[in-house]
């Protein structure tokens, strides 16, 4: 999705509350409208660069049986796909709602520059949804065999053909 | 992916220690065939379920320009279109290093049981990875309009067809 926002560009051409506000109006509106159908959980995200929108997602966690599908993963996806990058320096992320832990990971992975975003991770739990839960509970985990796999990271820093990230 | 893993199985009906030994040393294995050539992150993952493998996935990020796309990631989307559902109960995931944020957030939103993982954070800081940093840092962001943003929510509650996750 490339889009320029026509006519608003011209009096904004660095990033303000002014642009924000605009951003943040598409990506309500588009969760509005996926709250109101079955298919779709209730968020949407874009990604902006140089008053841009360069990437979109809304949710597909029950419609595409994948539960990584909220928006901003696939926003995030979509941007990489478009731009040809793993990198999105120089972009902003607008979200519907706060990211939840796995969203706010994949921020940092793609190197955002910024994020804004309207619901909080509060409302969202009106809305029956976990976030909250998540940012302080914890999968029943252990670690097997550290010795073994830290190996790994000795056989990729003499991989001198290794792409870093 | 689905193999069942030959004659192993039939001394190790439930979890143990010796099936979790079994997986961690899959997933080390292939994170090592990951970490010597150029094309992937040196990172896998396998899911599990009744000493079933039914997902897999070796880190895409650099090869497919996806961020997103880590090990846990793509082993749980793996899992769930072979299992034709996005909640992955009953199944347990074993990645060769400790899950980053985004990939922890995954592992609760896909419901995983359990979580048996090899290298830890600071061995992956050792071969260049921001895991680490990215558990205290934080992306520049604000919160705008959430009055408007947390209406969505009423919208999906008053949805009565909704499909809740």
Redesign the interface.
Known sequence: MKNKIGGYLETNVFSS?KD??HY??LV?GM??EC????EH???SAIIVKDNEIVGSGINH??KN????AHAE?IA??DA??NL?????KGCVIYS???P?????????????????????AE??Q???F?DLV?KT?S????????Q??????D???N?N?????
């Open positions: 509350d924000d506000s943040i109006y309500i969760a509005k709250a109101s159908h079955t959980g209730p968020f966690v029950t049986n994948d539960p990584t993963i995030i996806r990489c796909k040809n990058t793993f990198v999105l519907s709602a706060e939840c832990l796995m969203c706010e990971g994949a921020i940092k992975w793609a190197r955002l520059d910024r994020l804004v975003y309207s619901a909080t409302d969202a009106r809305g029956g976990d998540f509970s999968t029943p985990h252990k670690i097997l065999n550290r073994e796999g830290s190996k790994v990271f056989i990729w820093n991989n053909k290794s792409i870093k990230y």
